[in-house]
């Protein structure tokens, strides 16, 4: 029996209608929000602040997304593990950008990862908004480097006056990480602003990372008479340095940088009792509402509300208020929302951009007494 | 020939046997294609296996060797005698370990740059760089690594340069195990591209390349990619980065459909990816189903002519019968289809041409019916019509125009031909209503009637119609003016006196009994007068029965003259003569009448005195003098012959009846 001509034609038609059907793709979803987040998730020195802002990027994404340039877009957070090191931080980056391209960097955390990575970024042209990194080297010169804490040269600046005007504290010592970028900075900054003081004196001991026994140090330090002793280290190192200043016999005050509230573990010290640092970021000095919003947030992810965590917070919001601003989420866009955005209210305080990726903002300055953190002052913004 | 697909037997077979093996010959060489499409991808995927397992070899091989390198160099700096840690002081490499550094990598060019660092703090203490030293590296892995043993640092953006670098690292160690510094080289990856570049056997197409973990060429075979466009994306480098390796079929970064094989190195955080596009990959596979598609097109058309060559061949007692019987379809019987085989084709033949013959007597039998039937119609004498039952006239043949005295194409239709034949419309209707009506009957009766004929005399004619089925009737028309001539001439004759052309005693009779009946229900008087000519048999004998004729034909005329046009005046026989008077108002209007019939009958100068010699006549009338006619005539015959013993020529009134007449 022989078919039809016309029977024939049809199962032809179809069979490739079948093939082109198969052939066809999947349609692209509707543009998100990319943002890349490296954090050292896993190394010597952890951070958890991404779970927080995982949090908030869920919340939002309930609600429908951000309005960006009117429309509803739904935002990504892309988390990269740095691992702590330079060597993945850099390919971290690279993969943001090249594989995931994302529009903006929220890290990294650390200044020693920072500096790299800010500089790489600045080439290619991608905004980088570090939650904590403080060196002034991360955004000096840089036009697509940005961050959310104090810099290092306000921080010392604030902590000099803070222990010269406030404490009335004339004779200083200074313990600090040379290989460190950041500790490196702070005391540089500490000391160049603390030694320009009529009748201050400060006693200088560098060392190399890695160290253990700072009784040398510690030992000439003691014997330059100091008041004061600022130790702008981290708190792996605090932790050893603090029992050994008392015991190298110095009894005067322990003074800090923001490191100092990147782990509390070595605040329940009895030596570490008494002494004061400075942070961005205090429960005390928080927005209420804000901080009732976070503390919900942090409550239904199991996130810790930490120093850290709050800067990611607002390192996160800021991206978003600059991407609504200008209506975009284009990288060199989103650069020049982020340096013209003023008087941003955010959980850490009112933030401004003045067209350079250093922020005028509050800082905090913070006594531990009991192993809690008090808060003993606020120095509010300085108007560059 | 007609080779429309429809309507040619020969195309149609030709065609459908092209289609089914076009289709078979697409089949086959797709089949074949797909075969050896699959047999040539495995034998693709096992090259590309091959190349990309060699090459992987090979850099591991080339990563051994710089470690080798290292150890060597950091043994030689160990045995330097500067390379001692003074008391109390940090390791300060003197000018000869410099040298040896600054030698070691002018030897060996894939060494970048070579670090010399402190064993905590990362401090560059010395270096083929200088401005490198002085700086840390404490948050560098390869630093951290390098304390602890020999590391290889994977490959990684360099925050100098962003191109990728790779980093080995191991500690020098003092005699006592005391670490003293770390060393570190910075490796290019020059090499590491020339060996990937290198000649493979892979095609012309083929290519395999490195890709870091963030989708980066690290190094191509290809160069102009490798400085244009450091970027690359497929379906095999989102796999390999993945962390697995495998093969697959996916189209490369330019869009060229690919065959690849790909490879995830966790030692060094890199894709290995050896490609090769489909194009070359599976060109055998392509000029397999080419040739085998040409050779099976060239196999199906030389067949197609066979089958063209059989299918005509086959069809063409087919198509002699179709011929034939289109011939016999235009008319022409004569032809007959040629017997050429003796199979079923042939006996279609045979059959087709008996069936002819029998068609063409049959038409001949009807051909010689159809002209006896035209002669029959042509000759007849009655007039013979068909009409439609919408009263058109068909046909109408000569007999029939004689008959009515006009043709067909005077008379179109019934209705026509009545107005032409009739004078009245009362009559044309009747005609018209009478043949509707037989139209409507199965065996509808003849109808007789008169008409008038064109030249003015009034004919008879007798019609039947006769139903033949469907929309047609035949008319049969016959002239009935003769016969009706010939039975109006015997009637007169039966009822007349022959030599006088008076009504005779019958019809003297039948007259006055109408009258009778007439005055019986009007209440009026009828009078009989009876005439008997005085003297004719004398007249008779003395001139001749000729003239004794004469005499009764002149009587005839002036008894004629007497009377109304109502009165009947007739001839009883011999010389005796009756007139009816009928419808008269009184018995005294009689005797005048009868007076004056005895006056003319006497005029003693007329013909010499020889015709009118005088009558004696009597006068009877109804109901005075009897009552039926028997009686009358009885009494007025009396009345006569009272006359007539009178002495002739006189009038005579019957005596009154005995019985009384009947009362008014």
Known sequence: MFWPRRRIFCLLGLVCAALLAGCSRAEQKPEEFRIGMIAPISGPVRVT??????????????????????????????????????????????????????????GPYYSRTAIPVAAALDSLHVPMLSPSATSSEVTRGRRFAFRVGQVDSDQGRTLARYAYEDLGLRRAAMLYDEADAYSSGLAKYFAADFTNRPGATLAVEPYASGVTDFSAQLARLRASGAQVLFLPNYPEDLSRQLPQARAAGFTGLFLGGDSWDSDHGFHSLPEAQGAVYSTDFSIAAADKKMLEHAQALAARSGAELTNHSAMTLDALELLLAAAEVVGSTDPVSLRSGLANLTNFEGLSGRISFRGGGDPERSVCIMGISGGAQVLRACVPPVRK | MNWSVKRSLVARLVSTYLVLSLAVVACVASASWLVSRGLLREAVFTRLDTSSHQKETDLALWVEERLRDLKFLGTQLAQQPSFQVPPGGPLRPGPEAQALLNDFKAAQPDIMEILVLAPSGGRVLASTEEESVGSYRASYNFYTQGRQGQAVQSVYPSPDSLRSVLTVSMPIKDAKGELLAVLAFHLSLEPIAQIIRARSGLGDTGET?????????????????????????????????????????????AGTPVLGVYRWMPAYQMALIAEMSQAEAFAPAGRLALMLGVVGFLAAVGLGVGVLGLSRRLARPVLAVTSAAMSVAGGDLSVRAPVETSDELGNLAKAFNAMTGELSELYDRLEQ????????????????????????????????????????????????????????????????ANLESDMAEDNPPERVFSFLHTTGTRRWCRLKVSPIGGQRLVLNAQDLTEIKVSEE??????????????????????????????????????????????H???????????????????????????????????????????????????????????????????????????????????LACYPEHGLDQDALLARADAAMYEAKHAGGNAVRVARPSQTPPPSR
């Open chain 2, 209 to 253: 390349f490195l890709v870091d973990s963030s989708s980066l060429l690290v190094a191509s075979g290809r160069m102009d990619v490798e400085e244009e466009q450091r970027r690359t994306h497929s379906e095999g480098v989102v796999r390999a980065l993945s962390g697995t390796s495998g093969q697959g079929m996916y189209l490369n970064d």
């Open chain 2, 369 to 432: 019916e159809g002209r006896e039937r035209g002669a029959i119609l042509q000759g007849s004498f009655d007039g013979i019509a068909v009409v439609g039952r919408n009263g058109a006239m068909v046909y109408c043949n000569p007999g029939m125009e004689r008959l009515f005295g006009c043709t067909a194409a005077d008379a179109p239709s019934l209705a026509a031909l009545a107005d032409r034949i009739f004078a009245t419309p009362e009559e044309r209707q009747a005609f018209i």
């Open chain 2, 489 to 534: 001439r015997v009637r007169h004759m039966a009822l007349h006196d022959q030599l006088t052309g008076l009504p005779n005693r019958q019809l003297c009779l039948d007259r006055l009994d109408q009258a009778l009946r007439r005055a019986k229900r009007a209440g009026a008087h009828v009078a009989l007068v009876y005439v008997d000519l005085d």
């Open chain 1, 49 to 106: 602040g991404q779970l927080l802002a995982q949090a908030r990027v869920a919340e939002l994404n309930a609600a429908g997304g951000v309005l960006i340039g009117g429309s509803k877009r739904k935002v990504r957070l892309i988390v990269v593990d740095s691992g702590g090191q330079i060597e993945q931080a850099m390919s971290a980056m690279s993969r943001l950008i090249e594989q995931e391209h994302v529009s903006a960097i929220i």
């Open chain 2, 536 to 618: 004719f048999k004398s007249l008779n004998d003395a001139y001749g029965h000729a003239h004794g004729d004469r005499v009764l034909v002149e009587a005839g005329l002036r008894l004629r003259a007497c009377v109304r046009e109502s009165d009947t005046v007739a001839r009883l026989g011999g010389d005796e003569f009756v007139v009816v008077l009928p419808d008269l108002a009184r018995l005294e209007d009689a005797l005048p009448v009868a007076e004056k019939i005895q006056q003319s009958l006497y005029d003693p100068l007329a013909g010499g005195g020889r015709i009118f010699l005088g009558a004696s006549v009597g």
